[in-house]
T-cell receptor, first 117, second 117 residues
Framework: AAGVIQSPRHLIKEKRETATLKCYPI?????VYWYQQGPGQDPQFLIS???????DKGSIPDRFSAQQFSDYHSELNMSSLELGDSALYFC????????????????FGDGTRLSIL | DAKTTQPNSMESNEEEPVHLPCNHS???????IHWYRQLPSQGPEYVIH???SNVNNRMASLAIAEDRKSSTLILHRATLRDAAVYYC??????????????????FGKGTLLTVNP
């Protein structure tokens, strides 16, 4: 079965550069979530989208922005990168339309490992 | 945010059953109980979820206490590939709507399961 695809798998950037992470949800999934996991930390929610509109924001810096496109894929844009942005970034998808989200598993990708030098 | 309590770590031997406990004393009547696991260098993986009745799937079983204030994830025969951090999460009933919502998974500390050969 098709899973959530994230690209790139690894990304190395320098401070003050920009980065774009991409997420392709499972086919027919209309809801996308982004999570950040720092070294030795648990995943923390960043932002979510439903039907191409932002649904919720967590502890996401103003330097970060994201969007969901008409094909439901999503991109996380990160600017003015800082050393503290080094982390694993996971995308997850689920069905949202007409569903009780509490009864819908979130399916995660394998993440993008972002390293800031 | 919904709070759960899990042991920091547990150890098991290969091919033996494993019972991973979770306390969620603040759970509401319509909150589902989810279990995810995260293998090293991978994204979180959905394991199982339930509301009131015990649940079984190909990966595990979920036993939910009658008062729903605790649950136990049961791996019937642990393998080395089951070594991971296991997260217990309870999430409220929620229906996504365009333009705003407040639904996300809140990961706690989880239980690090070690499986000995």
């Amino acid at each position: 079965a098709a899973g959530v695809i994230q690209s790139p798998r690894h990304l190395i950037k320098e401070k003050r550069e920009t980065a774009t992470l991409k997420c392709y949800p499972i086919p027919r999934h209309d809801t996308v979530y982004w999570y950040q996991q720092g070294p030795g930390q648990d995943p923390q929610f960043l932002i979510s989208f439903y039907e191409k509109m932002q649904s919720d924001k967590g502890s996401i810096p103003d330097r970060f922005s994201a969007q969901q496109f008409s094909d439901y894929h999503s991109e996380l844009n990160m600017s003015s990168l800082e050393l503290g942005d080094s982390a694993l970034y996971f995308c997850a998808s689920s069905l949202g339309q007409g569903k009780n989200l509490s009864n819908q598993p979130q399916h995660f990708g394998d993440g993008t490992r972002l390293s800031i030098l | 945010d919904a709070k759960t309590t899990q042991p920091n770590s547990m150890e098991s031997n290969e091919e033996e059953p494993v019972h991973l406990p979770c306390n969620h004393s603040t759970i509401s009547g319509t909150d589902y109980i989810h279990w995810y696991r995260q293998l090293p260098s991978q994204g979180p993986e959905y394991v199982i979820h339930g509301l009131t009745s015990n649940v079984n799937n190909r990966m595990a079983s979920l036993a939910i206490a009658e008062d729903r204030k605790s649950s136990t994830l049961i791996l019937h025969r642990a393998t080395l590939r089951d070594a991971a951090v296991y997260y217990c999460i309870h999430s409220p009933e929620f229906y996504m709507r365009r333009g705003g919502s407040n639904y996300k998974l809140t990961f706690g500390k989880g239980t690090l399961l070690t499986v000995n050969p």
